[in-house]
């Protein structure tokens, strides 16, 4: 009987153990967490199952006077990982955003698969959202729920086109992507959009683009040409549809995504002059081209 009664409570340790082991996030530092002033980690939450989390290590320097801004994630080939962008996203993180990526978060060197959909954005904000308001999350009242972008790549950048309208949506940056001037032309699973659908942009948009050899550089200048009703910036460097984004800290891509970023969600001046000007600063980059219009 004591044998018995002695079984179960190892047993019953053994249960407690194991979900307090479960419970604890995965976190791993990407390179070496980014160059900006918050090293930043890659997570894993179990009330977001579904996504990764890069934010900040060091969650101390954050609270009333200065927040995080949240930045919704779509990945390259409607993925379900964001296995080819860590490091442009730990990147980003370390200037001091909340970046929640689609899909689950991906072992060391795996490529992860499965299929995305624009819906996941909108769980991503919802979840950030929340976990301002909760007193039991480690981001609890450290998120700027007001400064909300949209990004992503090739078909996450239709997933952001897509999510964009959302009314809580504050600046969305296109990367690699555009609508398809040939309805249809897409692979399955992609947003079905049409051109008429960026009229319903309300926000501040950048375009990031890998130039003429990007398969994608067609769309997303012929949506530039049609954006006349929301301050527009196309940024075009020669390096294909790949982009910059597995270079050391995201290369050139995350230079510009982070400034636009930046003076977008902080109010960062300094970072606007990537932008602002006639010539802005960007421009006088040989690396980019550039064009805008609406933008001072």
Partial sequence: MRR?????????????????YAQQPTVRTVEDGGTGSYSAIMSTDNSLPTHTIFRPKDLSAFGKQNKLPIIAWGNGACANSPWEHVNFLSEVASHGFLVIAIGPMPQEGEKGGGKSTSSQMTDAINWAIAQNSDKNSPLFNKIDVSRIAVSGMSCGGLQTLETAPDTRVTTTVVCNSGIFINPGSGFPGMPNLKKDDLLKLHTPTLYILGGEKDIAYENGMDDYSKINHVPVFVANMNVGHGGTYGQPHGGEFAKVATAWFKWQLKGDNEAGKFFIGNPCGLSQNPVWKVDKKKIP
């Fill in 4 to 20: 018995n009664k002695f079984l179960v409570l190892i047993f019953a340790i053994c249960v407690c153990y194991g979900a307090m």
